[in-house]
């Protein structure tokens, strides 16, 4: 009678721990609802990975529950409010993420700036050695950069960033403690307006869908690149196609889509478009001490003692 279901697909290394924990491994939501009422019904530790929605629903397959450990610092796939409702903790990983995360999105941003595709192709097609020079790129150093959200991974962007001489930007819904001269601004239309590029690090949810909207698109302008590591849902998409393909922007970075991993192809395809497969916490290093910090959230809590990073506090587990 399993005490532990994991939820998703694991790493081997994770995969062993989380069996050495006796957890039993389903693929998805609707692998767990395969399993009989009786293993279902012994099930108080869910180690939880991936996007599917995890609702009141499927939480209700789980009568026993106690902690959803999500592997991951975005929980916006959990219902975090009918887990509270039932007294039901919920955890995430974060911080253990962010050096890396950060470094994918200055990466990206050098990347756009830079035109490495174009480079990259010269040399990989030869047209190199038989048209000569490239169009010219853009210098990176010195630029105007918006960060959309100076949460943990956002204020790691910035401090990145402002090693490159970025005049730094932001948004977030209050003024934060940041280095002089970083300027915040209110609306994320007045953010765009302001710099040449916007580097999304928003959390997902409701409250941020479509925050990149047309106007915010418009705003940053046919030299802007837009680089997003933190959810699809923050980006209007048909929008952001629109100004990719019409000359409203420089290019795009993206390491989250909407529907991934079934993404819009003209995203996929587009050359001014750096697709990447959301990988933004894919190191080894980093999987290790996020696979880390959800089985010691799920152990804790099992243990009765208080998680290491919750995210919610029920009542019935304080
Ligand atoms: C995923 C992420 O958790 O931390 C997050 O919010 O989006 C990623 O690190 C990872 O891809 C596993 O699903």
Not at 60 to 68: D, N, S, T
Not at 205 to 211: E, F, I, L, Q
Request: hydrophobic residues 45%.
């Amino acid at each position: 009678m399993p005490q532990i279901v994991a939820l998703g697909s694991y790493s081997d290394s994770d995969q062993a721990a989380l069996t050495a924990l006796g957890a039993v491994t389903v693929a998805s939501n609707d692998e767990l609802r395969a399993l009989s009422d009786a293993d279902r019904a012994t099930v108080e530790g869910l180690a939880f990975k991936g996007h599917q929605p995890f609702g009141a629903a499927e939480m209700a397959l789980l009568p026993a529950l106690r902690v959803i450990a999500n592997y991951g610092v975005g929980y916006d796939a959990i219902d975090v409010a009918a887990a509270t409702a039932r007294g039901i903790q919920v955890t995430n990983t974060p911080d253990v993420l962010s050096d890396d995360v950060a470094d994918l999105a200055v990466g990206m941003l050098i990347a756009q700036v830079r035109d490495f595709e174009t480079g990259i192709k010269a040399v990989r097609t030869g047209t190199w050695a038989t048209t000569g020079d490239l169009p010219l790129s853009r210098k990176m150093s010195g630029r105007r950069v918006g960060v959309l959200g100076l949460g943990r991974i956002g204020r790691e962007i910035a401090d990145r960033l402002a090693a490159f001489k970025s005049q730094i930007h932001y948004w977030s819904r209050s003024e934060k403690d940041t280095p002089a001269g970083w300027v915040w601004h209110d609306d994320p239309v007045a953010l765009a307006g302001a710099v040449d590029d916007l580097v999304i690090a928003l959390v997902g949810g409701p409250d941020t869908k479509d925050m990149v909207s047309a106007k915010v698109i418009e705003a940053l302008g046919p030299d802007g690149v837009v680089v997003n590591i933190s959810r699809g849902s923050v980006i209007d998409e048909a929008a952001l196609i629109e100004a990719l393909q019409n000359g409203g922007l420089r290019g795009a970075a993206l390491d989250v889509f909407q529907g991934e991993p079934k993404i819009d192809p003209r995203l996929a395809q587009a050359p001014n478009v750096l697709p990447l497969p959301h990988i933004g916490s894919a190191t080894v290093e980093t999987r290790a001490a996020m696979g880390e910090l959800q089985r010691r959230n799920l152990t804790e809590v099992l243990a009765g003692r208080p998680p290491i990073t919750p995210v919610n506090a029920p009542k019935a587990s304080t």
